[in-house]
């Protein structure tokens, strides 16, 4: 959708010359018409629109809206490339992960709160599903942040015990969000971060809020979780407690966030 050459003719005749000389600058070379609204201050719009007619008017209105939606729209696309550069590649799972597996990942929106994140590390493979405040934008934004400490906390402070992990994740989102404490700041994630010993047959983890399933010889077995977020929850919040389950061969173990049950 363009703006009619007609209407940008009589925007510009509109403004006073000064001010019509300084928007003419900051259009293209060719001086398309769609690109004067990108030079109009808010204030000159609104004087605009009460000069034009209804028509002129509308196009205007419309071409803005459009041009505002696709910056905005351009932004998140690009906003997603970077959460999925962030993901751990399926390519990692097959190269560190010596078992059978699947992901299933399927955001709502462009951008998502949900992420998965693995790393083998201290001859474990760490993996986290993980489901943090928010929708959209504003929850990719935690993903990057609580996907940037799990590395900081796994990789550069060597932090083994899932449960431990999960404690100092803790402390690093509330002190990123909260710095002063002045804030009752809910921001977190629901996680369940598992380390599995692939050559011992042993899976520690740590679950906040959301629960480990087992199925084995045909039985759904439940291993709760702890009824707390990995973020500001109350003040005598406990610590997480890591769990463990010596696996046996067709074990097949599930971590979920509820966006896959909503």
């Not at 363009?2 to 010359?17: D, M, N």
């Not at 955001?107 to 986290?128: C, L, M, Q, R, T």
């Not at 402390?171 to 050559?199: R, T």
Request: with cysteine; charged share 25%.
């Amino acid at each position: 959708h363009q703006l009619p050459q007609t209407s940008a003719e009589r925007i510009v005749r509109i403004l006073p010359p000064e001010e019509a000389s300084e928007v003419i600058a900051e259009m293209d070379e060719e001086h398309h018409p769609e690109r004067l609204l990108q030079a109009l201050s808010p204030e000159q719009m609104s004087s605009i629109l009460e000069e034009l007619d209804d028509d002129d008017a509308a196009d205007i209105i419309s071409n803005f809206s459009d041009r505002q939606q696709k910056e905005i729209l351009d932004s998140i696309h690009y906003a997603k490339r970077i959460q999925q550069a962030m993901l751990t590649s399926e390519s990692y799972f097959d190269e560190h992960l010596n078992a059978e597996y699947f992901i299933y990942y399927q955001p709502k929106d462009i951008v998502s709160g949900d992420f998965y994140w693995a790393v083998e590390h201290h001859n474990k493979f760490y993996i986290a599903t993980a489901d943090c405040t928010g929708h959209g934008v504003p929850g990719a934004f935690m993903s990057l942040l609580n996907i940037s400490f799990l590395n900081e906390n796994v990789i550069e402070r060597n932090l083994k015990d899932p449960g431990q992990i999960l404690n100092e994740q803790r402390k690093e989102i509330i002190k990123a969000l909260n710095p002063k404490g002045s804030e009752n700041s809910k921001d977190g994630m629901d996680c369940v971060l598992c380390a599995i010993d692939i050559k011992n047959n042993i899976l520690e983890f740590a679950a906040a809020n959301n629960p480990v399933w087992l199925i084995r010889n045909h039985e759904i077995i439940e291993f709760k979780a702890d009824k707390m977020p990995v973020g500001k929850y109350e003040d005598n919040a406990k610590d997480f407690k890591s769990q463990s389950i010596v696996l046996q061969k067709g074990d097949l173990i599930y971590t979920f966030t509820d966006g896959y049950a909503d």
